[in-house]
């Protein structure tokens, strides 16, 4: 490692708070006002004034605002615009979670105007800046935002432990996560529809494409008319265009839409963007519909448990405003908590492995052994180098590009890991086994251990997307506000290492092509002396992470591991289901959040067409 400086306490250190763009949260106070200053204020003042007399969308009022320099007044507006309380005590369906799936299915039950819908979210609505602006969504790990998970001790990593981010937010982890559009190897799809009839890839299409609104239009695999705006990142960084040629050079095959046909290849991502802003399920689903007053979407509720009378789902028991309230669902309760607060919740109200449940003292309603088993993720590492040129995201704080990101370009509006691909490490894999994130920035720890001096780097993230292992989520206690205790078993199959090691490898081969000449500065890690397959095998087990994408604690199917049926009904339960990515039978070979989304979708549609 070269002798930049380095703070492992200070996070996600690339990019300079951007004063200027009053990302903080707090417009700075000034007593004796520039005529500058003086004209901001006027078109504030106009700007607040339309959008509460509804003259500009909630939308171009994020747009104006962050233009003219007051994101961080749009905070009041827009809660004031988005957080509703229940006014009522029953509702047809009760949807917890308003996240990727959840709020797709929300969104999507109350198209069907005689239906009345519910979402408790646990999160505050969405208005915080650092989430519609692509590049500042780190800035969101560990904050209110975050449930900032952390794995226990895992074995492999000398006790070491995984950080595990999930939004806390209107759009769940839709609101911090990277924006990268995927949908995973078709054939993944393919062995869940063995034992779940309608969830191969063909029959799972029609609603990824129904849920998007690609950029390059309608077409075969692609969704034109959809709510989730879908498009090419507007400003690729130069240094993402040089890794891309690199590739090439390399020898790797390049791929222009990694959802279209083949899988592997080497190309720029498409992202969950319009016009540079984040499109989170939130922004997508929810909010037109709270805005259309079709559902009632209530922030800063937290879900305690699931009413269960007679072995039938009757009501949800939440905390908001320090007080305890029930909410009647007369038709159904849909659980959408995601993979590590869904088995939590399923537990806390009496459904799971009976030996853990008594052991926490709650009384078994339902003995359910397979809830919380079955944890699956992709893991990642870096492979990084200092930039010769002042042209990585460390810039990205600066007045120029504010001034860019007024027009919805510039490195504000980069999602970090702009490109990527698959390739198949293992050949007997049915689907790649191995993703690249490419980053024409520092990603060292989850951004944790990035130098702090403000010098350039960019990253090489080798992933392993198809690990042999599988974890749990297991209760810390019976009180839903505790923890719970979540283990990935991580390289309990030593032939996880292979597929990393082999991508150290090729990241340096890449990094190493003349097409990366007037970029590339020193290997900064795993560093020069790193050459061994063991040395190797010692980085990894000191730089992995996780790349955000826990799925599977419960688990589609009719086996004994099941915990819903292909329908998403909860085994043994009424009117109960459960759709977000803890219903994964299998991990997908690529980002999860379409997939989540697309499995919110269907929920919605196998429930309206029962
Ligand atoms: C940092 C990060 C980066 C990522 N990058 C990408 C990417 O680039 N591309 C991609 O495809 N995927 C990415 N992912 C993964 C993807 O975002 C998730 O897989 C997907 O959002 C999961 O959707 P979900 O509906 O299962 O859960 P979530 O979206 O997490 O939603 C669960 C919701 O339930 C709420 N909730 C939980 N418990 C309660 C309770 N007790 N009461 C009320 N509400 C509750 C939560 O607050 C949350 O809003 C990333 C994730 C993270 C965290």
Same mark, same amino acid.
């Given at each position: 490692?070269?002798?930049?400086?380095?703070?492992?306490?200070?996070?996600?250190?690339?990019?300079?708070?951007?004063?200027?763009?009053?990302?903080?949260?707090?417009?700075?106070?000034?007593?004796?006002?520039?005529?500058?200053?003086?004209?901001?204020?006027?078109?504030?003042?106009?700007?607040?004034?339309?959008?509460?007399?509804?003259?500009?969308?909630?939308?171009?009022?994020? *747009?104006?605002?962050?233009?003219?320099?007051?994101?961080?007044?749009?905070?009041?507006?827009?809660?004031?615009?988005?957080?509703?309380?229940?006014?009522?005590?029953?509702?047809?369906?009760?949807?917890?979670?308003?996240?990727? =799936?959840?709020?797709?299915?929300?969104?999507?039950? +109350?198209?069907?105007?005689?239906?009345?819908?519910?979402?408790?979210?646990?999160?505050?609505?969405? =208005?915080?800046?650092?989430?519609?602006?692509?590049?500042?969504?780190?800035?969101?790990?560990?904050? #209110?935002?975050?449930?900032?998970?952390? +794995?226990?001790?895992?074995?492999?990593?000398?006790?070491?432990?995984?950080?595990?981010?999930?939004?806390?937010?209107?759009?769940?982890?839709?609101?911090?996560?990277?924006?990268?559009?995927?949908?995973?190897?078709?054939?993944?799809?393919?062995?869940?529809?063995?034992?779940?009839?309608?969830?191969?890839?063909?029959?799972?299409?029609?609603?990824?494409?129904?849920?998007?609104?690609?950029?390059?239009?309608?077409?075969?695999?692609?969704?034109?008319?959809?709510?989730?705006?879908?498009?090419?990142?507007?400003?690729?960084?130069?240094?993402? &265009?040089?890794?891309?040629?690199?590739?090439?050079?390399? $020898?790797?095959?390049?791929?222009?839409?990694?959802?279209?046909?083949?899988?592997?290849?080497?190309?720029?991502?498409?992202?969950?963007?319009?016009?540079?802003?984040?499109?989170?399920?939130?922004?997508?689903?929810?909010?037109?519909?709270?805005?259309?007053?079709?559902?009632?979407?209530?922030?800063?509720?937290?879900?305690?448990?699931?009413?269960?009378?007679?072995?039938?789902?009757?009501?949800?028991?939440?905390?908001?405003?320090?007080?305890?309230?029930?909410?009647?669902?007369?038709?159904?309760?849909?659980?959408?908590?995601?993979?590590?607060?869904?088995?939590?919740?399923?537990?806390?109200?009496?459904?799971?492995?009976?030996?853990?449940?008594?052991?926490?003292?709650?009384?078994?309603?339902?003995?359910?052994?397979?809830?919380?088993?079955?944890?699956?993720?992709?893991?990642?590492?870096?492979?990084?180098?200092?930039?010769?040129?002042?042209?990585?995201?460390?810039?990205? $704080?600066?007045?120029?590009?504010? *001034?860019?990101?007024?027009?919805?370009?510039?490195?504000?509006?980069?999602?970090?890991?702009?490109?990527?691909?698959?390739?198949?490490?293992?050949?007997?894999?049915?689907?790649?086994?191995?993703?690249?994130?490419?980053?024409?920035?520092?990603?060292?720890?989850?951004?944790?251990?990035? #130098?702090?001096?403000?010098?350039?780097?960019?990253?090489?993230?080798?992933?392993?997307?198809?690990? *042999? /292992?599988?974890?749990?989520?297991? &209760?810390?206690?019976?009180?839903?506000?505790?923890?719970?205790?979540?283990?990935?078993?991580?390289?309990?199959?030593?032939?996880?290492?292979?597929?990393?090691?082999?991508?150290?490898?090729?990241?340096?081969?890449?990094?190493?092509?003349?097409?990366?000449?007037?970029?590339?500065?020193?290997?900064?890690? #795993?560093?020069?002396?790193?050459?061994?397959?063991?040395?190797?095998?010692?980085?990894?087990?000191?730089?992995?992470?996780?790349?955000?994408?826990?799925?599977?604690?419960?688990?589609?199917?009719?086996?004994?591991?099941?915990?819903?049926?292909?329908?998403?009904?909860?085994? /043994?339960? /009424?009117?109960?289901?459960?759709?977000?990515?803890?219903?994964? #039978?299998?991990?997908?070979?690529?980002?999860?959040?379409?997939?989540?989304?697309?499995?919110?979708? *269907?929920?919605?549609?196998?429930?309206?067409?029962?």
């Amino acid at each position: 490692m070269s002798n930049i400086k380095h703070n492992k306490k200070r996070f996600l250190s690339h990019m300079p708070v951007a004063d200027h763009l009053s990302v903080k949260g707090h417009l700075p106070v000034k007593d004796n006002l520039s005529v500058e200053d003086n004209m901001k204020k006027s078109k504030q003042a106009q700007l607040h004034q339309d959008f509460n007399t509804a003259k500009v969308s909630r939308r171009e009022f994020i *747009k104006v605002a962050a233009a003219i320099g007051v994101v961080a007044q749009a905070p009041f507006f827009l809660v004031a615009a988005h957080a509703q309380t229940t006014s009522a005590q029953e509702y047809d369906y009760v949807v917890i979670g308003a996240g990727s =799936a959840g709020c797709a299915v929300a969104a999507r039950l +109350s198209e069907d105007s005689a239906s009345k819908v519910l979402v408790l979210e646990a999160g505050p609505a969405d =208005a915080n800046d650092y989430i519609h602006i692509p590049a500042t969504f780190p800035f969101l790990f560990k904050s #209110p935002l975050d449930w900032n998970y952390t +794995s226990v001790p895992q074995t492999a990593l000398n006790g070491g432990t995984l950080y595990i981010p999930r939004g806390k937010v209107f759009g769940g982890s839709s609101s911090i996560n990277a924006m990268i559009y995927q949908r995973g190897h078709s054939s993944t799809y393919d062995t869940w529809s063995e034992t779940n009839p309608g969830w191969s890839y063909a029959d799972v299409l029609p609603f990824f494409k129904k849920s998007e609104s690609n950029s390059r239009g309608e077409s075969a695999a692609h969704g034109g008319n959809g709510p989730l705006n879908v498009s090419e990142l507007n400003d690729p960084n130069p240094i993402t &265009l040089a890794m891309l040629k690199a590739s090439k050079e390399a $020898g790797y095959p390049m791929n222009d839409d990694f959802n279209d046909g083949d899988q592997e290849g080497i190309g720029m991502y498409q992202v969950t963007q319009k016009n540079g802003r984040r499109e989170s399920a939130a922004v997508s689903y929810l909010h037109p519909a709270i805005e259309a007053n079709r559902l009632t979407a209530q922030a800063d509720a937290m879900v305690l448990k699931i009413v269960i009378t007679n072995g039938r789902a009757t009501g949800v028991t939440f905390l908001a405003d320090g007080k305890e309230h029930t909410v009647t669902a007369r038709k159904e309760v849909i659980l959408c908590a995601g993979t590590i607060n869904s088995p939590q919740i399923l537990m806390t109200s009496g459904i799971g492995p009976k030996d853990h449940l008594k052991e926490h003292g709650i009384a078994v309603i339902h003995d359910l052994p397979s809830v919380g088993q079955n944890l699956q993720d992709h893991f990642m590492m870096p492979v990084v180098y200092t930039c010769t040129q002042p042209v990585s995201l460390s810039q990205a $704080g600066s007045k120029e590009q504010a *001034k860019l990101y007024a027009k919805g370009k510039g490195m504000l509006s980069s999602n970090i890991a702009e490109a990527g691909g698959f390739l198949k490490i293992d050949p007997q894999s049915p689907a790649p086994d191995l993703q690249f994130h490419f980053s024409p920035g520092y990603f060292i720890l989850d951004g944790a251990a990035n #130098p702090t001096d403000g010098s350039d780097g960019f990253t090489i993230m080798p992933s392993l997307v198809q690990s *042999k /292992g599988t974890g749990t989520v297991k &209760l810390a206690s019976a009180d839903p506000s505790i923890k719970p205790l979540i283990d990935h078993n991580i390289f309990q199959n030593e032939k996880d290492y292979d597929v990393l090691i082999a991508g150290v490898k090729i990241a340096r081969k890449i990094i190493a092509a003349s097409a990366l000449d007037g970029f590339r500065g020193e290997e900064y890690l #795993p560093g020069l002396a790193v050459q061994t397959d063991e040395d190797i095998k010692t980085y990894i087990n000191k730089y992995i992470q996780t790349i955000y994408h826990p799925v599977g604690t419960c688990k589609m199917g009719s086996d004994n591991m099941a915990v819903v049926d292909y329908k998403l009904r909860v085994h /043994g339960i /009424g009117n109960l289901r459960i759709a977000d990515a803890s219903i994964m #039978p299998t991990i997908i070979n690529a980002n999860t959040n379409a997939p989540s989304i697309m499995i919110g979708e *269907k929920c919605a549609d196998m429930i309206r067409n029962a």
